[in-house]
C-alpha cells in the first residue's frame, strides 16, 4: 500500500514535470476560413472568420500533447480584410510575446488570401529566432474534411520544434512549411494551393514532426533591420496592374492622392505600357518611388534588364511579387527615400 502511494506520487510528479516542461506556444487568431462556417457541411459557401479562438483550440486537443497551448484573438476577419495597422499590432504583440511573455512560439491563424503577404510583413519586423508559423485552411471549420484543425495540429508541432528556429516566419499548410519569402497561393480552391516557387518548400510536418529539408536564405528575423517598434503608420504603396491596352488612370490616381510609392505589376519582365510608363517617369521624378515587379506567377524581375532603371531611378523587384515588393517598399520607406538604398534593400530580402 505504501509503494502504491509512492508510486502514485512519483506518477503525478512527473506528469506535472512533463506539464512545466512542454513548450509554451500562443495561437493568435486572426479570422480566415479555419474560423469560417457554411450552412451545412457539403456547401461550398461560406462565411471566413466567424468561429473565436477557444473554439479552434478545443478542436483540436491533441495539441495539447505537443505544448502549453493558449491563444488570443487579434481580429476576426477574412483575410481579404487584412490591413497595415493589423500587421503593426500583430508584429508588435508577437515581439511582446517572444521576448517579454517567456513564450517559445507563436502560431498565427489567418486567412490564406493574403496570408503569403502578412507572412513576409512579420519575417521582416519580428525580432526573434523563435517559430512563428502561419496557419490557415481551405475549407470552412464545419465542412466534411475541414483541412484547418490538420493544418493547425502541425503548426503547433512546427512551433515546438528545435529545428524551426532560425528559420524565419513559416506558412504551415497542407502538411508542408513553407518561406514567408517564396511562399505563394496558387489556386482559388485547392487544399493544396500554396506552393513555394522555383525553390521549394522549406520541409514538411509528419507524425507531428517538423522534417527541414532547406533553409531560407534571405535575411529575416533578427537580421533584419527595419524596426516597427514606434512605427504607428506605414507609407502608402498602391499596385498598378499590367496589360495589354492599359489605362494610365490608376497610376495617375495614386500620384494625385500623394503615394509615397507605387508597385507596378507589369507584365513579362516587369514592363509598362507606354502611357503608364510616361506616367512613372513623372511620378518617380516627383519622389513618389516606383518598384516594378511583374503579373508572371514565377521569374525575377531584373534590374536594368528591358527597362533602364539606371536612367529613371526605378527599383526592381527581384524575386519579389507585387504584393511582396509592397511590402518591402512600405518598410523601405520607413529608412530611406533614396532609389539606390530601397534597391539594395531589395537585393537583401
Ligand atoms: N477570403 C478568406 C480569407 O482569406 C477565405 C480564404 C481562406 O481563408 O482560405 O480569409
Given at each position: 500500500m505504501k509503494n502504491l502511494r509512492g508510486i502514485l506520487v512519483l506518477l503525478a510528479l512527473l506528469v506535472s514535470v512533463n506539464i512545466v516542461a512542454k513548450p509554451k506556444i500562443r495561437i493568435i487568431a486572426t479570422g480566415g476560413t479555419i474560423a469560417g462556417v457554411s450552412q451545412s457541411s457539403t456547401s461550398s459557401s461560406y462565411s471566413a472568420g466567424q468561429v473565436g479562438i477557444q473554439t479552434l483550440i478545443d478542436a483540436v486537443p491533441q495539441m495539447l500533447y505537443l505544448a502549453d497551448v493558449s491563444g488570443e484573438q487579434l481580429v476576426n476577419i477574412g483575410s481579404q480584410d487584412m490591413n497595415n495597422e493589423v500587421w503593426l499590432k500583430l508584429a508588435k504583440r508577437i515581439n511582446q510575446l517572444l521576448n517579454e511573455e517567456g513564450y517559445d512560439g507563436v502560431v498565427v491563424t489567418h486567412g490564406t488570401d493574403t496570408m503569403e503577404e502578412t507572412a513576409y510583413f512579420l519575417n521582416l519586423t519580428v525580432k526573434s529566432d523563435k517559430p512563428v508559423i502561419l496557419a490557415g485552411s481551405?475549407?470552412?471549420?464545419?465542412?466534411?474534411?475541414?483541412d484547418g484543425p490538420a493544418n493547425l495540429y502541425n503548426a503547433v508541432a512546427a512551433a515546438v520544434s528545435p529545428a524551426v528556429r532560425g528559420l524565419g516566419v513559416l506558412c504551415c499548410m497542407n502538411n508542408q512549411l513553407l518561406d514567408a519569402k517564396t511562399v505563394i497561393k496558387t489556386h482559388t480552391i485547392d487544399c493544396d494551393t500554396f506552393e513555394g516557387g522555383p525553390s521549394g518548400i522549406i520541409g514538411y510536418i509528419y507524425n507531428g514532426e517538423a522534417h527541414i529539408l532547406q533553409t531560407p536564405n534571405n535575411a529575416h528575423t533578427l537580421k533584419s533591420e527595419f524596426d516597427i517598434t514606434n512605427v504607428e503608420k506605414l507609407p502608402n504603396v498602391g499596385i498598378v496592374y499590367g496589360y495589354a491596352n492599359a489605362s494610365p488612370l490608376p497610376m495617375q490616381a495614386f500620384v494625385d492622392a500623394k503615394f509615397d510609392g507605387i508597385v507596378l505589376a507589369g507584365v513579362g519582365d516587369g514592363n509598362f505600357y507606354k502611357d503608364v510608363f510616361d506616367v512613372a517617369v513623372k511620378a518617380q521624378q516627383k519622389g513618389i518611388q516606383i518598384v516594378r515587379s511583374s503579373r508572371c506567377p514565377t521569374g525575377p524581375t531584373c534590374l536594368n534588364s528591358e527597362v533602364d532603371d539606371a536612367k529613371y531611378h526605378f527599383v526592381a523587384s527581384l524575386e519579389l511579387n507585387p504584393q511582396k515588393a509592397r511590402v518591402l517598399l512600405m518598410l523601405a520607406l520607413t529608412k530611406t527615400h533614396d532609389w539606390n538604398q530601397i534597391q539594395e534593400l531589395f537585393k537583401k530580402y
Open positions: 481551405m475549407r470552412p471549420s464545419t465542412a466534411i474534411s475541414a
